[in-house]
Each structure stands twice: as C-alpha cells, then as structure tokens.
T-cell receptor, first 113, second 112 residues
C-alpha cells in the first residue's frame, strides 16, 4: 500500500495565525483527501484535492479557511487559516488505493491557544 | 446519506479474552468496508479491507466479516493483548463514490 509522509506531526499555534500541513505520497495518485478529527469525534472529510484543479470542499468547509494546494500527483498541502481554539484537531491526509483501500498519513495534532 | 454506527463505544477487557466489535451501515450499496486502528493522537492504520463481494478477511488474530444485505460487519479479535488497546474505526466506501464514511469508533482497553 502507499506510504504517506505527513508533517508536522504536531504543533501549538497562536490564535489568528496559519499553519500549513504537508503530505507526500510515495507514488502518483489522482485524488488526495483531507480529514479533520475533532477531540473525541470521528473523522470528517474537509475536501478532495485533484491535481490541476481546485479542491472540492464538503459542506461546512470553505476555501478561505482551508486553502489546499495540489501542485503534482504526489504532494498536497492544507492550510488552516486565521486559527481559533475551535480548530484544535487532528488533521489527516489520505489516498485511496482502490483494491488496497485507503491509506492515511500519521496525522497532525494541532492545538490553538 | 450513508450512516455508520459502531457498538460498543468503549470496551474494557482482561488480557486473553476474545472480543467482537460491531459496525452497522444504513445503505447496503457499498463498494468496500475497511477497519482501522487509531492510537491516541495518531493517524489511522488499516487493519482489514473487505470488498463488497467478500464475506470475510483475516489477518493474524483479526477476522472481519461482512453481511452487506443486513448492513453489518464485525471485527473479531482473538486472545486480546494490552498492545491491542486503541480506538477501532469502521469506514464504508459507497459504490460510485471516492470518499469514506466513518463510524465514531470503539475505544478498546485491554488490561494485563
């Protein structure tokens, strides 16, 4: 299955600032997915990132708050902008390997103070 | 809209017990179902993937079954160990879609 390198693994940020999370996949993939997991909750899809086009955002998530880049078929970034304590969550990227299922990055644990 | 439910929400057992985690989903038109393990504050590790045409998958002490018509899957863990302590998530990929729908997970604690 695919190997995804995600960084940073954790960060503590001041409110009002932005954090960019990076994911690197060891092989080319068409779509990459970004999820959020709020404390004590399950995973919620933020957006789907395709190379060469704008990301598709789920209801409740907007590009101004969570801009995504997908410059090539192995790399994507998610930025959490103008952070507030409510953004404190684990953020995860993932890819779908079809017959092999989904693979997830190791997650970014974000705390906003 | 697909909904995934996991029961129980939490489970505490002594080491060595065999245990069953349950997952149910509302729409049987699924492509596959995947079980994940998540350690606190970490990412997800895939445990087992069951395609819609399959009935079960096994990996070591883990066995997952799928009954698509009734909308149910179970994860069986044999001879549990303290290292099995984690949250177990069930996720469904619907036919015709690329994304996963997750349950809320079962938090498992295995005591020595």
């Amino acid at each position: 299955s695919a190997v995804i390198s995600q960084k940073p693994s954790r960060d503590i940020c001041q409110r009002g600032t932005s954090l960019t999370i990076q994911c690197q996949v060891d092989s080319q993939v068409t779509m990459m997915f970004w999820y959020r997991q709020q404390p004590g909750q399950s995973l919620t899809l933020i957006a789907t990132a395709n190379q060469g086009s704008e990301a598709t955002y789920e209801s409740g998530f907007v590009i101004d708050k969570f801009p995504i880049s997908r410059p090539n078929l192995t790399f994507s970034t998610l930025t959490v902008s103008n952070m507030s304590p409510e953004d404190s969550s684990i953020y995860l990227c993932s890819v779908d390997r079809d017959a092999h299922g989904y693979t997830f990055g190791s997650g970014t644990r974000l705390t906003v103070v | 809209k697909q909904e995934v439910t996991q029961i129980p929400a939490a489970l505490s057992v002594p080491e060595g017990e065999n245990l069953v985690l349950n997952c149910s989903f509302t729409d049987s038109a699924i492509y596959n179902l995947q079980w994940f393990r998540q350690d606190p504050g970490k990412g997800l590790t895939s445990l087992l993937l069951i395609q819609s045409s399959q009935r079960e998958q096994t990996s070591g002490r883990l066995n997952a079954s799928l009954d698509k018509s009734s909308g149910r899957s179970t994860l069986y863990i044999a001879a549990s160990q303290p290292g099995d302590s984690a949250t177990y998530l069930c996720a469904v990929k619907d036919s015709g879609y690329s994304t996963l729908t997750f349950g809320k997970g079962t938090m498992l604690l295995v005591s020595p």
